[in-house]
């Protein structure tokens, strides 16, 4: 690739300080781990980054905090303690980013403002993820995943009508916020090859939501009309939605005309194409239960595979309903190598890679133990001092 | 803020020629234009992109098309025309970055494959979609949002124990698709200052569903488990999950025991902290059906906006599950400007604005009709040749 003719990573030579913990914040320097920046996390002594103890574990160590964690290297500092914040700070003196998602205020008590930050350390970036922002009127709110996704208009909105609220186990919540938060970490890169100045990268949990919710709130507020609990059902589509095979679910898609007359040959129910209740795309949406009945009364009848094969042959739009382990082997994650097998003292484990792929990021190691690295970082943030 | 201390936007001065259409690309270019990038939709004759017909309309102005695509322009060529490519090839000749989301091969097909395009456009930064990379098994594979919700996990994780298959209405597999492209596009520009080369970002939707199932993948690979569908509950916190009051649902979450004991007090419960069911996290989620019960049976009695009231005044976890409207009138959104109301052809309509908020993005305008800015582009285009 063009990218990678000089040998180098996209972030390579950045020094990331790393206070976040849990999920969110991890799963963005996770990201600037994977495009070669050096990301020291700094922990708090004893117990560390609070995900090491989440279940399940192997061999001790929490899978939760390897699956976010890997290529990173670890200290544990105590900011209250002063031999402690000379480390701290001589690190920052050096460091090129300064991450952290604790609540609101945190880190401004333990004397670190971004005013005074930016002050002593003028090309440093400051990334933050919070609930609701670093100030405002639901700042001091707990800003868990749940949270979240129930005031950014998710959970109002999965499931069949009618449903109780139902949660994403995807955090999508905090997933999305790391992602914004690592994005806007490397455009302040970007612009600090312009400006010289480091900036602030504050981000909100509920605007990453609501950035996600863009095609809704826009509909939502010039209709006054809100969307309805469809379960898989698209509200302007027919049919696109879940059905079960003999052994298993599967999606089918068929957003026209053609492609329904193509479904309508797979299921042998040709003259369904020319139904009077069926001949076009807004004729199936007014009449799509009787259409499921009918289509699923077929497929229920067969297996899956044979479904996704004789629908494949056609080109009409369908899928399996994978489990996690499905996906895992899934033949273009292998082909893209998007699963990595790491040795770490547990025992081999499978991380994700990053979707940007080989042109921008490279191999990873282990998920570190808590101060693992102490000596390197001491050594590091001396030379800066 | 010092990130605007220059007056600019973090992508002024950076041309982005916009072949996307519907949801995935559009939401990625949306990005770009927030920082001040210059973003030229290229559309088809005629149609336009897509999602210029799809339902609801106010004034002939397609709802789901404006969420997405405020601050950019359009012009309408046909790439398979002389004139027309020799158009599109002046603005490449001046671009910074393209950006397609089309089936694999389709822009090759037209005679712009990478290697040809990277020869003669040494600097442009290439970016696409599909929905399982550019090339590889399942490349010809259909890529609707609802296929790699599917394919990707999620649909078998959401829901409560024994589902049929939910979709997520939030276009997740589109959304976190279009972010990593933005991301990598921004990557690939900050890439370039060193280099001084353009490079190839190369999204599949299914590998940012996999990079989005991190936790979920680490874990059951290692253990073998898939995870259980568990509607709003956490596998390992008890309780953490929705509580019908007696006007609407709210999220609770109790997840160590001081917590727990003030939610006893709360709900005038305070034997429950004690009780040998529920002594601590581990017992609770043994116990967690009769637990709910307990909790649910006080919470049913009174008014939601009570409890969030006196659930907060003990810094209890606890979130109302909010409408799509609810989220827009929220305060959070209100006091950081994420809703923001363009004027239109089609009257006032309101977009979401950036998560990186004001550092980095500036104001927008109305989405384009179709070939609105030719004159312009066509100047610009011809400037370049």
């Known amino acids: 690739m063009a990218a990678t003719l000089d040998g180098g990573l996209t ?49 001790g160590q929490s899978l939760y905090f390897a699956s976010v964690n890997a290529g990173k290297e670890s200290i544990a500092l105590d900011l ?3 031999a402690d914040r000379l480390v701290f700070e001589g690190l920052l003196a050096r460091a090129d980013v300064l991450a952290e998602n604790f609540r609101p205020g945190t880190l401004a008590g333990l004397g670190y403002e971004w005013p005074e930050l930016h002050h002593r350390y003028p090309r440093l970036i400051y990334g933050s993820i919070t609930g609701f922002g670093s100030e405002g009127p639901d700042a001091d709110r707990a800003a868990y995943d749940i949270v979240l996704q129930a005031m950014g208009g998710l959970m109002s909105m ?26 806007g970490i490397v455009a302040a890169l970007y612009q600090r090859e312009r400006t010289k100045q480091g900036s602030r990268v504050d981000i909100s949990m509920l605007d990453c939501q609501a950035a996600f919710m863009c095609t809704h709130l826009t509909t939502a507020l010039a209709t006054g009309a809100l969307p309805e609990r469809t379960a898989t059902r698209h509200p302007w589509i027919a049919p696109y939605e879940a059905f079960a095979a003999s052994d298993g679910w599967l999606i089918v898609g068929a957003p026209n005309d053609q492609l329904f007359a193509r479904l309508c040959e797979v299921i042998e129910q040709s003259q369904l194409a020319d139904a009077p209740l069926f001949r076009t795309n807004e004729l199936r949406v007014k009449h799509r239960d009787e259409l499921a ?93």
């Open 11 to 59: 972030l390579d030579g950045i020094l990331v300080v790393d206070l976040t913990h849990v999920l969110a914040g991890p799963f963005a320097t996770m990201h600037l781990a994977q495009m070669g920046a050096r990301v020291i996390k700094v922990e708090q002594p004893g117990r560390g980054d609070e995900a090491r103890g989440f279940a399940p574990f192997r061999d």
């Open 80 to 82: 209250r303690v002063a």
């Open 158 to 183: 999965l499931g069949p009508a009618g449903s109780a609220p139902i949660r994403s186990p995807m955090q999508i919540a905090d997933l999305t916020a790391g992602l914004y938060l690592a994005h």
């Open 293 to 385: 009945a009918l289509i699923g009364a077929v497929l229920r009848g067969r297996p899956l595979a044979e479904w996704i094969l004789r629908l494949d042959a056609q080109g009409v739009p369908c899928a399996p309903v994978q489990s996690v382990m499905e996906l895992a082997r899934n033949s273009s994650i292998v082909h893209r190598a998007m699963l990595r097998k790491l040795p770490t003292p547990a025992g081999p484990l499978h991380v994700v890679g990053s979707p940007l792929g080989a042109g921008f990021c490279g191999e990873s190691s282990a998920p570190p133990g808590l101060d693992r690295d102490r000596a390197a970082i001491l050594a590091l943030a001396a030379a800066a001092g």
